[in-house]
C-alpha cells in the first residue's frame, strides 16, 4: 500500500507556511512544516539618510521587504522599480507601485543580467533582508552602478524550530524543500542542537532534496547534502511538484 510522501518544509510561520502546507496536501504530500526562518524588522527604509540621494533605481527581492516598506509608508518615487520575481512584483502592484522590470530568472544573478546594460553611472539602491547574495551588489557595481543596500529586515531561526532534523536523522523524512541557503544552515544549527546533525545530513541524502536555486543548491552540497531537484523557476510551486513527483514513486510501506 503507497502512503503519502512527507515532505518538510521550512517556509515562516506566516501565509508562506499557510500556503506552502496546502499546496502540499492538494499534491498528495504530507507536509511536515518546520519554520526556520523568522522576520525581525529593522525599521529601515531606503530614504532614511539626509545624505543619501534619491536612486535612479530600486530593487527589491522579497515580499516581505515590499509589505515593510508598504506599510512604512515608503514609495519608489520616480525610481525605475525592479522586483525580483512575480510575487514580489504582485505584492508591490497591490501597494499602488509601478513596476517596471521582472528578470527571467529570479535571482540574484538572474537580476544582474537583467540590468547590466542599464545601470552604469546610475545609482541603485537595493532593499532587503541581512542574508542578501553578494552576488546582487557585487554585480551591479562591476556593471558600473553606484550601489547602497538597506536592511529592511533580519532572518533568524525561530525557538524551537528543528523537529525535522530528528526525523530526517530517524529516516521519518521522505523529501525536503529548502527555500534559501539560510534555511539549510538553521535546519543543520537545529541537528546540532540535537546532536544529530551527522545523522540528519545521512537522513537527507536517503531522501529527496530539493532546492530554489542554485546559490541555495551549492550550499547544500557544500554541507555534503545531495541535492536532486532545482526547479526551472525558482518558485515554491515548482519546487513543491517537483519534488512530490520525484519522491512520490520512491516511497511505498
Same mark, same amino acid.
Given at each position: ?47 532614511? #539618510?539626509?545624505?543619501?540621494? @534619491? ?5 527589491? &527581492? %522579497?515580499?516581505?521587504? $515590499? !509589505?515593510? +516598506? *508598504? /506599510? ?22 497591490? #501597494?499602488?507601485?509601478?513596476? @517596471? ?5 529570479? &535571482? %540574484?544573478?538572474?537580476? $544582474? !543580467?537583467? +540590468? *547590466? /546594460? ?27 552602478? @553606484? ?11 525561530? !525557538? ?31 541537528? @546540532? ?61
Amino acid at each position: 500500500m503507497t502512503r503519502d510522501v512527507r515532505v518538510a518544509v521550512f517556509r515562516p510561520d506566516d501565509e508562506r507556511m499557510a500556503e506552502a502546507v496546502e499546496l502540499l496536501d492538494s499534491l498528495g504530500a504530507a507536509p511536515v512544516p518546520d519554520p526556520m526562518l523568522a522576520v525581525e524588522p529593522t525599521g529601515a527604509v531606503p530614504d532614511g #539618510a539626509d545624505d543619501v540621494p @534619491d536612486p535612479d533605481i530600486v530593487v527589491l &527581492t %522579497s515580499k516581505t521587504g $515590499v !509589505e515593510l +516598506l *508598504a /506599510d512604512a509608508g515608503w514609495s519608489p518615487g520616480e525610481a525605475t522599480l525592479v522586483c525580483i520575481g512575480p510575487r514580489t512584483a504582485a505584492a508591490a502592484r497591490d #501597494a499602488g507601485w509601478t513596476v @517596471d522590470v521582472v528578470p527571467e530568472e529570479y &535571482t %540574484s544573478s538572474g537580476l $544582474v !543580467e537583467t +540590468l *547590466a /546594460d542599464e545601470v552604469d553611472g546610475r545609482r541603485v539602491e537595493v532593499a532587503r533582508s541581512d542574508h542578501g547574495s553578494d552576488v546582487l551588489l557585487d554585480g551591479l557595481r562591476d556593471a558600473g552602478a @553606484d550601489v547602497h543596500e538597506t536592511v529592511l529586515y533580519r532572518l533568524v531561526r525561530p !525557538e524551537g524550530s528543528g523537529q525535522s532534523t530528528v526525523m530526517a536523522a530517524g529516516g521519518e523524512l521522505d523529501a525536503v524543500c529548502f527555500t534559501s541557503s539560510l534555511t539549510v544552515a538553521n535546519f543543520l544549527d537545529a541537528a @546540532d542542537e540535537r546532536g544529530v546533525r551527522e545523522e540528519a545530513v545521512a537522513g537527507l541524502n536517503r531522501a529527496v532534496v530539493g532546492v530554489i536555486g542554485d546559490p541555495t543548491r551549492e550550499t547544500a552540497e557544500g554541507y555534503g547534502v545531495r541535492v536532486d531537484v532545482v526547479p526551472e523557476n525558482a518558485t515554491f510551486e515548482e519546487l513543491a511538484t517537483e519534488v512530490v513527483e520525484t519522491a512520490a514513486p520512491t516511497y511505498h510501506e
